[in-house]
């Protein structure tokens, strides 16, 4: 019993993360529609930029997230308009961008490669507070991975909802070629959704660095479970990544219980696979 | 030309190497219903499209009270004062009726004439206030047609494009969608742009005509010889 509180936890706290990485490639890829693979290596960016501006620069820990946050918020950005704008603008078709998104991919993750290493990258000097209730335990981290979705999470939304910007968001999710014919700038959309999904990817990117450290392929991951709660949940719904992440961190954790960890992915993959099968358009879509 | 308020010049316009729309001329006066026939892929809304900037010409030119707007960003398109109707519904399917009559108005930066705007809206298309609340993608193909005119009309144009307006609507709709472009015409000044296929409740409504043939225009006059079939079916 007290395993399974422990996992339950577990699932809430990776859950959150899960749900943040989604709503970040949510945004990008509800919006544009492209699907942006080298988020990961975008969001892996973001973790070592962090640590540069911690450990080599010696600044203190909440502007060494800064630096993560806008060192991927410009990668995210320079990939949408080097790489994808130049293919959407001649309208090619959609598995050709992807193609180039895993190029870019694999161009990313070995330049991180090469600049710094493969062994793991940790910031020495910090470590979270460790807290429990009852048999369970939970750190600062995990604290900072739920707060950071809550706070992220609202802020995002009522953007969406009560900005201009925000409604043309909205507008170009739904249908991008309305909202070019109403007057909406559908490139200047595009900039500012990778500018804001990318700086939200990076939040979770330095909580990882901070709390297992950072590796070249940590971007591979973050990516997968980001790709798959937006899935789940349903493309355009912001809700829905959330509540898609959500679902594959506590199936992930609580499977634990019974099943061997190297299941962990797989579990992942079988809960999209019948989601899918029952709702193709996603769980939360349309509602 | 220079009295015209929108004026194509030889204009070409094509996907990839091919052109479908062969150094066609066409202008439309302040005020005028110009109405533009012809059969199914002689290019209309190629050139609709080009004219609003949604795709590139190839060569030609495109003026908008006298000056040269050709490849203009549709977004500055609006701003100056030029609507686009799509073909087949142009409405944001996933959000209500309010919302998409809102957007309609995205460009426009006075947002406290937004509820008297909508009002004017309501007052033409009286089913959309009653529908206000309801999803776009819900409303059936004559009330969506209603709301993507509602739409344009949002934005205060000076020149409306709609492309095939009557599209898979039933007679009766057809009427009234044609009344309420003449409607829009006559209280506003709005001069009309319009493709439409429906020669019976089109031409009338129409103070000029121009026809497509594979892509180049081969007649550019009064409607009236039009509504003869045989005179008609010569140009098609
Ligand atoms: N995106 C595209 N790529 C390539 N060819 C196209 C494209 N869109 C249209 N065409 C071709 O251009 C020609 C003109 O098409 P267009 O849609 O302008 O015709 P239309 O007069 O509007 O026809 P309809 O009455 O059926 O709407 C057609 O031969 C069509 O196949
Ligand atoms: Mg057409």
Same mark, same amino acid.
């Given at each position: 019993?007290? &395993? ?204 990882? &660095? ?78 | 030309?220079?009295?015209? &308020? ?27 219903? &110009? ?202």
């Amino acid at each position: 019993m007290d &395993l399974f509180l422990q996992l339950l936890l577990n699932g809430f706290v990776n859950g959150s993360h899960y749900a943040l990485l989604g709503v970040g490639f949510g945004l990008i890829f509800g919006t544009t529609n492209i699907v942006h693979f080298a988020y990961g290596p975008v969001y892996a960016a973001g973790a070592y930029s962090a640590w540069t501006a911690a450990a080599l620069l010696g600044f203190p820990l909440f502007l060494a997230g800064l630096t993560g946050v806008a060192a991927a918020t410009v990668l995210g950005v320079a990939s949408y308009l080097l790489l994808y704008r130049p293919f959407v603008r001649r309208d090619a078709p959609t598995f050709v961008v992807l193609i180039a998104s895993l190029g870019l991919f694999i161009l990313l993750e070995n330049l991180i490669a090469i600049l710094f290493g493969t062994d793991k990258k940790v910031v020495d000097g910090y470590s979270a507070g460790i807290h429990f209730i009852g048999p369970t335990f939970y750190t600062d981290i995990h604290i900072y991975q739920i707060a950071s979705l809550m706070i992220l999470g609202l802020a995002l939304a009522a953007f969406l909802r009560l900005t201009n910007y925000g409604k043309a968001i909205q507008a170009m999710t739904d249908n991008a070629d309305m909202a070019r014919v109403i007057g909406i700038d559908t490139n200047k959309v595009s900039i500012l959704v990778f500018a804001i999904g990318s700086a939200i990817s990076a939040v979770p990117a330095v909580l990882i &660095l901070l709390r297992d450290g950072a590796l070249p392929n940590m971007g591979f991951i973050a990516v997968f479970v980001a790709f798959l709660a937006v899935v789940v949940g349903g493309v355009g719904s912001i809700l829905g990544a959330v509540l898609g992440g959500f679902l594959l961190g506590m199936v992930e954790n609580v499977g634990m219980w019974q099943i061997p960890t190297e299941w962990q992915s797989t579990i992942a993959f079988i809960v999209l696979f019948f989601v899918l099968l029952v709702r193709p358009q996603g769980l939360f879509k349309g509602t | 030309m220079s009295e015209q &308020l929108l004026a194509v010049e030889r204009l070409s316009v094509g996907y990839g190497k091919k052109t479908v729309v062969h150094e066609v001329d066409l202008g439309l006066a302040e005020r005028e219903i &110009l109405i533009v026939l012809g059969h199914n892929g002689a290019g209309k809304t190629t050139l609709m499209q080009a004219i609003f900037g949604l795709i590139r010409t190839q060569s030609g030119r495109v003026l908008y009270r006298g000056e040269p707007i050709t490849g203009r960003k549709p977004a500055d398109n609006v701003l100056g004062g030029i609507a686009y109707v799509p073909q087949g519904h142009g409405i944001f399917r996933s959000l209500t009726v309010r919302a998409n009559l809102e957007l309609g108005a995205f460009v426009v930066r006075d947002r406290s004439r937004l509820e008297e705007d909508m009002e004017t809206v309501f007052e033409m298309f009286p089913i959309l206030r009653e529908r206000a609340t309801q999803i776009g993608g819900t409303l059936s193909g004559g009330q969506q047609q209603m709301l993507a005119i509602g739409m344009a009309l949002m934005h205060k144009p000076s020149v409306m494009i709609l492309d095939e307006p009557s599209i898979g609507l039933a007679p009766n709709l057809v009427e009234r969608v044609m009344r309420s472009i003449q409607t829009i015409n006559r209280e506003f000044g709005t001069a009309i742009l319009m493709v439409e296929q429906n020669v019976r409740y089109g031409l009338p409504i129409a103070q000029r005509a121009a026809v497509l043939k594979t892509g180049r225009k081969v007649y550019d006059g009064p409607p009236e010889p039009l509504e003869d079939r045989v005179e008609l079916m010569k140009l098609f």
